[in-house]
C-alpha cells in the first residue's frame, strides 16, 4: 500500500509541476507579445511624429 501510495504522490507531484511549467510559459509568452506590441506601437508612432516633422520642413 505505501508503494501505490508513492506513485500517487508523485504522479500529483508531476502533473503539479507541469501545470507550473505550462503556467510560465504562457506567461512568458503573453508577456513577450504585448511587450512586441508596445514597441510595435513606439516605432510606429516615432516614425510618424518624424515623417510629419520632416515632411513640414520641406
Known sequence: MN?????????????????????E???????GYKQGIEDLYKYIRRNKLFKEDSGARS
Open 3 to 23: 508503494e501505490l501510495e508513492n506513485v500517487v504522490n508523485k504522479m500529483q507531484s508531476d502533473a503539479e509541476m507541469q501545470c507550473t511549467r505550462t503556467a
Open 25 to 31: 510559459k504562457a506567461r512568458a509568452y503573453c508577456d
